[in-house]
């Protein structure tokens, strides 16, 4: 999966021009709704992003001038992704940023928000599909992901993660099958996978939403 599935286009992105003044930008920023916006230039190439703290903590803390130009604080302007990157790549990024900056060729082409990361999340968990979420784990760390295929064979499965990645003792693994199960089948399901060796750490029936 690639930042171009996911990124809000640059239609849609609401900026501070780089030549805006400290109180124009605030304006801006006010104006959006938002704590942090991207700044580009007159061509659309990106500067950086602007936070609106800074901006009233220089006004009002630093007895700033409100006809003074932003450049100084302009944040993260090398911080930024392309539409090529990979949603992995976006994941570990994203954590300190209040979004994503997406850019090509030294242009801001849209940004990529937490709640589309989010989105991809519940996806995984089945929220767009609904379904039955399974919590599994086993000591068989080695192997663990052939074995349980193996052991499901027949079920469709909606979605998979691993946990605890890198652990030769035990690993865990969150599923979504499809729906439509009553509580006997979901009984059976559990009883052939602990036979298996596997262990149920939690079940919950996912409903679908829109």
């Known amino acids: 999966m690639h930042v171009r599935d996911l990124l809000m286009e640059r239609l849609g992105v609401a900026t501070v021009n780089s030549n805006q003044t400290v109180g ?35 006004l009002y803390e630093e007895n700033g ?9 302009l944040m993260h302007q090398d911080i930024f992704i392309t539409e090529r990157s990979s949603f992995l790549t976006a994941l570990i990024q994203i954590k300190a940023l209040p979004f994503l900056s997406v850019v090509e060729h030294g242009k801001l082409v ?30 068989e760390a080695k192997g663990m992901i052939e074995k349980l295929t193996k052991t499901l064979r027949g079920e469709h499965i909606e979605g998979m993660f691993t946990l605890d990645n890198g652990s030769v003792l035990a690993r865990r693994v969150v599923l ?17 996978l602990e036979k298996e060796g596997f262990r149920i750490l939690q079940v919950d029936k996912i409903e679908k939403r829109n």
């Open 24 to 58: 124009e930008a605030l304006d801006a920023i006010n104006a959006s709704g938002y704590r942090c916006i991207p700044v580009v230039d007159s061509e659309d190439n990106y500067k950086g992003m602007i936070y609106k703290v800074h901006l009233i903590e220089y």
């Open 65 to 73: 001038e409100k006809s003074e130009r932003i450049d100084h604080l």
């Open 110 to 139: 849209g940004i990529l928000t937490h709640n589309k990361v989010e989105s991809v999340l519940g996806d995984a968990f089945g929220l767009k599909t609904g379904g039955i979420n399974l919590t599994i784990s086993s000591t």
């Open 176 to 192: 979504t099958l499809e729906g439509g199960k009553t509580d006997a089948e979901i009984d059976k399901l559990k009883e052939k």
